[in-house]
């Protein structure tokens, strides 16, 4: 797929503001992913015609140039520029605070805004509005399904599926791959659990009830422990496939071993928080042995196929660091 033809990547001409307060603040963080942000603000300006928007960029410290580049580009953006990196949490906490729209819409910078996403979405919540919380649909480059744009709630049963590998061996299976959703291709409406922080969309007001994301989080369950509060506020958080992105993922975080300690340690922080505490002590042992049978199992099949060496050694290193990681999340800039 051609994303930048797809995307109709223009020179934008004005903020998308028009007269009066924007209808939707889009909130970008951006930390060393210039020319993706580029990319991605480009699709913006190009593919939301019809709604008052204004878009509202943290620049997380980027040594690549970022903020220069986005300030050269899109003097209209308003334009964050942090000498330090805050971490997602933060970086959109400190930027939703700056915000005027009504709705306040979480976007990732690596991702594509196709077909009018962000008005199919806005226009989701208006009809909607129970949900509280909305997502869309998101692709990989090569425009297949990337099922990560929303899942399930963690609970004891999915912990035991996923560490136990049946989550793997059947994920075609909402009961044994829960938090995956099993085969839903994302294709029709439903009501979710969470929805992913690279394209989420929520109330203004709701946001600050909310407080926000909760800044233990440096990295990652940011949006899990989000829903679980929404949840208990009274929110249905739904998913439309009419509101569709690309979104590449993972390219903040490239070392997967790095990756491994911030996804445990926000899930850890999950069980804490919202595990009955009957179950906390079980989910916590769960995701323990998850990451110690994976570091095991892939240096042992590495032995005999190659193409599995490098994995044993990112999980193997997952497990080694597991001071950062088994107590909850961390703060630890890896």
């Not at 051609?2 to 028009?18: E, H, M, N, S, V």
């Not at 970008?28 to 928007?53: G, H, K």
Request: glycine share 10%; charged share 25%.
């Amino acid at each position: 797929m051609d994303t930048l033809k797809q995307a109709d990547a223009r020179q934008p001409k004005g903020d998308g503001a028009g007269t009066g307060d924007p209808l939707v603040s889009i909130m970008l963080v951006n930390w060393n992913t210039r020319e993706m942000t580029l990319d991605c603000l480009r699709s913006v300006y190009a593919q939301t015609r019809d709604i008052p928007f204004e878009v509202i960029v943290v620049d997380n410290g980027s040594e690549d140039g970022s903020a220069t580049a986005i300030a050269k580009e899109f003097p209209q953006v308003r334009l964050m520029a942090e000498t330090e990196n805050h971490g997602f949490a933060k970086a959109t906490n400190i930027s939703v605070e700056k915000a005027r729209g009504k709705f306040v819409l979480l976007l990732n910078t690596d991702t594509i805004v196709l077909d009018c996403a962000i008005q199919e979405i806005v226009a989701f919540a208006q009809a909607k509005p129970q949900a509280r919380l909305w997502g869309g649909r998101t692709l990989f480059e090569d425009g297949s399904l990337n099922p990560d744009s929303c899942w399930g709630r963690i609970t004891p049963w999915s912990l035991f599926c996923m560490a136990t590998g049946l989550s793997k061996l059947f994920s075609k299976s909402e009961l044994l791959n829960p938090e995956g959703y099993g085969g839903w291709q994302r294709d029709y409406e439903r009501q979710i659990d969470i929805v992913q922080g690279s394209f989420l969309l929520i109330e203004r007001e709701f946001w600050n009830e909310l407080g926000g994301f909760d800044l233990d989080f440096f990295m990652f369950g940011e949006e899990a422990d989000l829903a679980a509060r929404a949840s208990k506020a009274g929110a249905a958080p739904l998913m439309t496939p009419k509101a569709t992105i690309i979104h590449y993922g993972g390219r903040s975080t490239k070392k997967f071993s790095k990756r491994i300690i911030y996804v445990i340690g926000g899930r850890i922080g999950i069980i804490k928080r919202h595990f009955h505490k009957f179950w906390q002590p079980l989910g916590i042992a769960l995701m323990i042995f998850w990451v110690w049978w994976r570091a095991v199992g892939y240096r042992i099949g590495g032995l005999f196929f190659p193409r599995l060496k490098k994995q044993g050694e990112e999980w193997q290193s997952a497990w080694d660091q597991r001071d950062l990681w088994i107590k909850g999340p961390t703060q630890t800039r890896l």
